[in-house]
């Protein structure tokens, strides 16, 4: 019997995800079926119960229900509850598993994928939000000297305080920044989707610099700022998209897909 997976989100007709699973699947020899959701934004819960009641095997989770997703499921991962969010359901045993495999997946692409290793660089991540969330603690266990800057300071400072006793996560306004440079600077902001950029001080990037917008599918303003700011090397959120979703693909069927020949199609 083919078992079932999902995505679930609002909106998700964009996702690349089935596309991303069935290409996992047919390298493993998998027998599972994977499609895209959209739930009511007020019945994610009754959804992830109708799935259930189906069969499911598990889901994925995006936008806007990984902190609802969080509080639904009666396990957690380790990096679930640092995240303080979910992006992947295991239904086993009458329980929901949660998980959230965002972190591993875009430390795993900017590595491994891109050859660029966090220990003892400078890091500046801007945004403070569910994104952020989602990553910061792989980057400070990655050795990352972490900065992060959002227009709003005070939350900014929340997510810093998370690293209080630890040190080398500060945060900094956007205009505080004028004067640093980086080693990594990543977007971890919603700014790509409205074709903004935030409030940058010229001169952020070290040579040999990455500059990386977790948003994927085209050129955005972020990406534009760095190639002029004189940035060695750009990317995308492709990777670790993909990434991501071989964490959750493990999880679920207990074997690894090989990424790079996935991720080579999706950009072809």
């Known amino acids: 019997m083919t078992d079932k997976y999902a995505v679930i989100g609002n909106p998700v007709s964009h996702s690349k995800s089935p596309l991303i699973h069935k290409m996992f699947a047919e390298q493993t020899g998998q027998d599972m079926s994977y499609e895209a959701i959209e739930a009511p934004l007020d019945g994610f819960a009754a959804t992830i119960q109708r799935l259930r009641d189906e069969g499911y095997k598990g889901c994925n989770i995006t936008v806007p229900f990984k902190h609802e997703a969080y509080t639904l499921a009666n396990e957690h991962s380790g990096r679930a509850r640092a995240a303080h969010a979910v992006n992947t359901f295991l239904f086993q045993d009458g329980a929901i598993l949660g998980d959230n495999t965002d972190g591993i997946g875009l430390v795993t692409d900017i590595e491994q994928n891109l050859g660029c290793k966090f220990l003892f660089k400078r890091v500046l991540l801007m945004g403070a939000g569910g994104a952020a969330h989602g990553v910061i603690w792989h980057l400070f266990n990655a050795g990352a000297a972490i900065i992060i800057s959002n227009r709003t300071m005070d939350k900014a400072e929340q997510l810093a305080a998370e690293f209080e006793g630890y040190g080398t996560v500060f945060a900094k306004s956007y205009a505080a920044l004028a004067g640093q440079q980086f080693d990594i600077?990543?977007?971890?902001?919603?700014?790509?989707?409205?074709?903004?950029?935030?409030?940058?001080?010229?001169?952020?990037?070290?040579?040999?610099?990455?500059?990386?917008?977790?948003m994927y599918g085209k050129q955005t303003p972020f990406l534009r700022f760095a190639q002029e700011q004189g940035a060695a090397q750009l990317a995308d959120g492709l990777g670790m998209l993909v990434e991501q979703a071989a964490v959750a693909f493990q999880k679920w069927r207990g074997v690894s897909p090989d990424t790079a020949p996935v991720i080579a199609r999706l950009r072809a």
Do not use: E, H, Q, R
């Not at 902001?189 to 001169?203: M, N, Y």
């Open 185 to 214: 600077v990543i977007n971890a902001t919603s700014s790509s989707l409205a074709d903004a950029l935030p409030p940058l001080p010229d001169g952020l990037f070290k040579p040999g610099a990455l500059a990386y917008d977790m």
